[in-house]
C-alpha cells in the first residue's frame, strides 16, 4: 500500500519534476551562452539555487493533497484499508524523494558542468550565513519549505493559499526566531553570530509542522474545513513551542562550543615564532621544536601585535545582549605576565563607551598606541590614544577624521618615535570618493601630520619601523598603478616599479628588499640601498588562484615562496633570491582555501580559512603538517 | 444470527448542526439491510463513520465482535464501499484504478474484476474521468465487489442514474450478493428501490433511528393496521415510510 501510494505521487507530480528539469536546463544554457557576462551569470546561479530549488520545494509540497481534493477522491481512499498515516508518510516519502531528485541532477550538474563549480563556489555564501555553502543553503530551503507545504496542504483545496501561508508561516517563525533570539546568542558565543545560527530552528521548526500536520491528519474529519484547522493548531502549537524551545537550545549549545569552527583571527611573526589567535585563546608555534603552545587564554581575542618582547591583544566579552566590553591586554610573548591595561566600564576611561579598534606596541615595548572610537550612544569619533605597559601615561587625542572612516596602524617611524596610522574611508565616504590618508601621530604631543593621500592600505604586509614607507597608488593619467617608497621623515617618494596591477609585495625581515609580483606576471626584487630592482622575471601563464600568490619570504630572506595553480591543483613554489625556482609543493587543500601565508625560517605556515585550519609546511622535508 | 457490524451511541455534528446522536444499530451476516431516510438525515454520514472516511464525535463501533478505533484500517478490507458520487482519481486509468485497488485487498479477485470490466463494457485504458456517472458506478461496483467483502455498503449509488439500469443493479448483482452470503447494507431515499430486496429496515429520522426491524415483521404489522383501519393507500414500504417520517 505504502508502495503503491508513493509510486502514484511519483507519477502525479512528473509535470513538476519536468519544470523543475527544465529550469535547470535554461540555466546551465545561459551559464555556457553567458561566458563573459559573470555579474549576470552570478546572479542567476544565486537565483537558481536560492529562489527556484526552494520553490520546486514549497510547489511539490503545497500540491501534496491536490489529487485527493480534486472529485473528492480522498473520501475514496480513506474508506480503503490503509492508515491514514500510512497515506501521509508514502506521499511524504515520494515528494521528499522526487525533490532529492531534483537537488541531485542539479549538484551532478554544477560539478560536471566546466566552471559552474567555481561559479557556486565564488558565490558560496561564507559571510552571509556563517560557513554555509550557497547549495547546502538552497536545499535546505527547499526541503524546509517543501516540508511547510505539505504540512499545510491537506487543510485546503485552494493550492494558492497554502503556497502564500507557507511562505508567510515560515518566513514569520524564522525572522521572529531571528530578531527574538540572535541577540541572546552573542553572549554565549563571546563574539557576533551569523545567520547560520537559525539552521536549528530552519530544520526543527518544519519538523514540528510536519509532525501536527501527520498527527491532526490521522485524527481529523476530512469534510470540515474548520475542524482540519482546528485540529491542526491543536498539535501544531505545542509542537512549534517546543521546536523553538529546542532550537534555541540547539543554538545556544553550538554558540558556546564555539560555533562551526576554531575560526583562527590572526597570524603573525617574530623573532622565529609564530602566533596566531584563535577561539579563546592564543597560540605560539616554534620553530625551533616544532611544538605549537597556548600561551594565553581570552574570550575573543581579536587581533594583537608583537614588539619589545610583548604581545598586546584586545580582549572581546559580550557581558549582555547590547553590551560588549573591549579591553586591552599586554603579556610576555610566552604568555607569562598577561593584565588589563585599561578597564573599558571605567567612566574616566578614555575607552568608557568605545572599543579599541586598531592598536600597535612600540619597538620597544614599552608603551602602546590606539585608536578607538564610540559605541551605542556615544559619538562616533575616533581618539588616537597612548598607554604605558603598566597601564599608567594615558592619553588621547581626538582625530581629525570623519566618522565614515576606519583607522589601523601601520608602523613606526625610526627609533619607534612616531606612529604611522592609515585611514581609510568606508560606506558612504568611500562611495563619496573620499581619499584614503597615511599620518604621522606624535603620542605624546597627540599631533598628527598628513604625510600621504589616496594611497592603497597596506594590507598585505607588516613591519614595526619603517625608514621607506612602500605604498600603492593609481595613477588616473595612464591608468597604470605604481608601487612606490616614501622616506616617511621627508617625505620623499621614489617609484619602485610601474604595471597594470601591483598584486603583492613583501619586504624581507631585515627590511633590505622589497619583493613585489606586479601585473599579475612579474616577480621582481627591490633594493632600497641600490635604488633598483636588481631581479626581475616574468611568468608566462601564471595562475595564482582567486585569493592572490601571496608572495612570502623564507629562510630569513634566502628566497621566496609563492601560491601558483599547476595541472589544475595548488602549489607552494619556491624560488631563490635569483628568482630561480628551487622546488614546488603541492597544497594539501584546495589552493582557493589557503589565506594567509607566512615564512619562519624553513617552514611555512598556511591558513586554511575554509576549514580554519593551520598547516605547516617543512621546506627541507618537502612535507605538511596540520598543527590546528 | 451473528452480526457483522454493531454501532453503539453514535453522535454526529458538523458544527453547530447536529445530526444524530445515541444512535445504535447492527447488521445480521448474510441479509440486506436497507436504510432509508430523507435527504440531509445522516445516513451518508452513518456510512461514512461505518467506512472510516469520518470520525464520530462520540460512540463505538464492533466488527465481527472487535472495537474498532478510528484509524484502524484492517477491518475495512472486508468491507466494499460504493458511494453515492463517485470519488475516483480522475486522472487514472480504469485499469489503473483497479490495479491500484487490489493492493488494498488481499481477497482481490483479479479475474473477477476483468470480467465485471468486460460485463460492465468498461475500457481499461479510458481515463475514470471521461467515463459517465452510469459507468464510474459501474466501475465502484467492480472495484468493490471483485475484493470479495464481506461487508457491502451502498449510499445511494443509482441516484440519478436511469431506470432500467438501477433495476438491473438491484435485482441481479445485490441478490446475488445476498444469497451468497455477503451482508448489504443500502441506504437510499428512493423507498421502491429497496422493496423487492430488503430483509431489515432502518429508518433516520431526526437525528434517530426511528425503525430498526426486519421488513416482513414491519411489513405485515403495517397492513394488519392498515386494514384494521379500513385506510386504502399505495402500500408497500413507501407508505410504511410515510407513517414514519411524516
Known amino acids: ?628 | 444470527m451473528s452480526e457483522v457490524l454493531r454501532v453503539a451511541n453514535l453522535a454526529k455534528s458538523f458544527g453547530r448542526k447536529k445530526v444524530f446522536e445515541g444512535l445504535s444499530l447492527s447488521l445480521a451476516k448474510g441479509k440486506v439491510h436497507g436504510l432509508l431516510g430523507r435527504n440531509g438525515e445522516g445516513k451518508t454520514t452513518l456510512i461514512r463513520i461505518i467506512t472510516g472516511v469520518i470520525p464520530a464525535d462520540r460512540g463505538e463501533l464492533f466488527f465481527d465482535g472487535r472495537a474498532i478505533r478510528f484509524g484502524d484500517a484492517a477491518y475495512k478490507r472486508a468491507i466494499g464501499y460504493i458511494p453515492e458520487d463517485p470519488f475516483f482519481f480522475g486522472g487514472m486509468r480504469v485499469g489503473e484504478l483497479l490495479d491500484f485497488n487490489a493492493a488494498f485487498y488481499p481477497r482481490w479477485d483479479g479475474p473477477r474484476a476483468e470480467d465485471y470490466l468486460r460485463v460492465f463494457g468498461l475500457d481499461r485504458d479510458v481515463r475514470v474521468r471521461a467515463l459517465s456517472r452510469g459507468l464510474k458506478l459501474k466501475l465502484g461496483f467492480a472495484a468493490a465487489l471483485a475484493a470479495r467483502p464481506g461487508l457491502l455498503v451502498l449510499d445511494d449509488p443509482t441516484s440519478g442514474i436511469d431506470v432500467p439500469t438501477r433495476q438491473d443493479f438491484l435485482r441481479d448483482i445485490i441478490r446475488e450478493l445476498a444469497d451468497a452470503g455477503t451482508t448489504v447494507l443500502f441506504a437510499t431515499h428512493m423507498v421502491h428501490e429497496l422493496e423487492r430486496i430488503v430483509e431489515h429496515l432502518f429508518i433516520l429520522h431526526g437525528g434517530r433511528l426511528v425503525l430498526d426491524e426486519d421488513y416482513e415483521a414491519v411489513r405485515e404489522r403495517h397492513d394488519e393496521r392498515m386494514a384494521a383501519g379500513g385506510e386504502a393507500g399505495p402500500g408497500g414500504l413507501e407508505d410504511i415510510f410515510r407513517s414514519f417520517v411524516a
Not at chain 1, 223 to 247: E, M, N
Not at chain 1, 348 to 357: A, E, L, M, T, Y
Not at chain 1, 446 to 470: H, K, M, N, T, W
Not at chain 1, 490 to 509: A, L, P
Open chain 1, 1 to 628: 500500500m505504502f508502495e503503491k501510494i508513493f509510486r502514484k505521487e511519483w507519477k502525479d507530480k512528473l509535470d513538476l519534476l519536468i519544470f523543475a528539469l527544465a529550469g535547470i536546463l535554461i540555466y546551465v544554457l545561459a551559464f555556457l551562452l553567458l561566458p563573459g557576462r559573470r555579474d549576470l551569470v552570478d546572479i542567476l546561479t544565486g537565483a537558481v539555487t536560492v529562489i527556484f530549488l526552494p520553490f520546486v520545494g514549497l510547489l511539490l509540497g503545497a500540491g501534496g493533497f491536490a489529487a485527493e481534493f480534486k472529485d473528492d477522491a480522498w473520501a475514496y481512499l480513506f474508506s480503503r484499508p490503509v492508515k491514514r498515516s500510512t497515506v501521509w508518510l508514502a506521499k511524504y516519502a515520494a515528494l521528499l524523494t522526487i525533490l532529492a531528485a531534483v537537488l541531485l541532477l542539479f549538484a551532478v550538474v554544477v560539478r560536471v558542468v566546466p566552471g559552474l563549480s567555481r561559479t557556486v563556489a565564488d558565490l558560496g555564501a561564507k559571510d552571509l550565513s556563517g560557513g554555509f555553502s550557497l547549495m547546502s543553503l538552497g536545499f535546505l530551503l527547499s526541503w524546509a519549505l517543501l516540508t511547510v507545504g505539505f504540512s499545510l496542504s491537506f487543510l485546503t483545496e485552494r493550492q494558492y493559499a497554502v503556497v502564500f501561508s507557507s511562505l508567510l508561516i515560515w518566513a514569520l517563525l524564522e525572522f521572529g526566531a531571528f530578531l527574538l533570539w540572535l541577540p541572546f546568542l552573542a553572549p554565549l558565543a563571546g563574539s557576533p553570530v551569523s545567520a547560520a545560527a537559525l539552521a536549528p530552528f530552519t530544520i526543527l521548526l518544519p519538523i514540528g509542522l510536519a509532525l501536527a500536520s501527520l498527527l491532526a491528519f490521522a485524527r481529523t474529519d476530512f469534510s470540515q474545513p474548520a475542524r482540519k484547522v482546528r485540529d491542526f493548531a491543536k498539535f501544531g502549537l505545542p509542537l512549534l513551542l517546543a521546536a523553538l524551545v529546542l532550537g534555541a537550545v540547539w543554538s545556544a549549545a553550538a554558540a558556546a562550543a564555539g560555533g562551526r569552527g576554531r575560526a583562527i583571527y590572526d597570524l603573525q611573526v617574530y623573532d622565529s615564532s609564530a602566533y596566531f589567535a584563535g577561539r579563546g585563546k592564543v597560540f605560539r608555534f616554534d620553530a625551533a621544536d616544532g611544538r605549537l603552545r597556548t600561551i594565553a587564554k581570552a574570550r575573543v581575542p581579536l587581533g594583537f601585535e608583537i614588539g619589545g618582547g610583548k604581545m598586546v591583544f584586545i580582549n572581546y566579552a559580550f557581558e549582555t545582549r547590547r553590551s560588549v566590553s573591549a579591553d586591552l591586554w599586554m603579556m610576555n610573548t610566552d604568555g607569562s605576565g598577561a593584565a588589563p591595561l585599561n578597564v573599558t566600564s571605567r567612566k574616566d576611561s578614555p575607552f568608557f563607551g568605545r572599543h579599541p579598534v586598531s592598536f600597535q606596541i612600540s619597538p620597544d615595548g614599552r608603551s602602546v598606541v590606539f585608536a578607538a572610537r564610540g559605541t551605542g550612544k556615544r559619538p562616533a569619533r575616533w581618539l588616537l590614544g597612548s598607554i604605558k605597559a603598566d597601564g599608567s601615561g594615558l592619553r588621547s587625542f581626538p582625530l581629525d577624521v570623519d566618522e565614515g572612516y576606519w583607522i589601523r596602524f601601520v608602523g613606526w617611524t625610526a627609533g619607534g618615535r612616531d606612529a604611522l596610522v592609515f585611514a581609510v574611508p568606508s560606506g558612504r565616504s568611500a562611495a563619496e570618493g573620499a581619499a584614503t590618508r597615511l599620518f604621522r601621530f606624535d603620542p605624546e604631543t597627540g599631533a598628527c601630520r598628513l604625510l600621504a593621500e589616496d594611497i592603497q592600505y597596506p594590507s598585505g604586509d607588516r613591519r614595526g619601523v619603517q625608514r621607506s614607507f612602500a605604498f600603492v597608488s593609481r595613477c588616473e593619467d595612464d591608468r597604470s598603478t605604481v608601487l612606490g617608497l616614501m622616506d616617511v621623515e621627508s617625505g620623499d617618494k621614489r617609484e619602485v616599479v610601474r604595471d597594470s596591477s601591483i598584486d603583492w609585495y613583501r619586504w624581507s625581515d631585515d627590511g633590505s628588499r622589497l619583493a613585489f609580483f606586479a601585473g599579475k606576471r612579474t616577480l621582481g626584487i627591490y633594493s632600497p640601498a641600490e635604488g633598483r630592482v636588481t631581479v626581475r622575471r616574468e611568468l608566462e601563464d601564471f595562475d595564482p588562484g582567486r585569493l592572490g600568490p601571496s608572495l612570502i619570504w623564507v629562510r630569513g630572506g634566502a628566497g621566496l615562496a609563492i601560491k601558483q595553480v599547476r595541472d589544475g591543483a595548488g602549489h607552494l613554489v619556491l624560488l631563490d633570491a635569483d628568482l630561480s625556482e628551487t622546488g614546488a609543493l603541492p597544497l594539501p587543500f584546495d589552493v582557493d582555501e589557503a589565506g594567509w601565508l607566512v615564512g619562519i625560517g624553513a617552514y611555512v605556515l598556511v591558513l586554511n580559512w575554509e576549514e580554519d585550519q593551520l598547516w605547516l609546511a617543512d621546506l627541507d622535508a618537502g612535507t605538511w603538517r596540520k598543527i590546528y
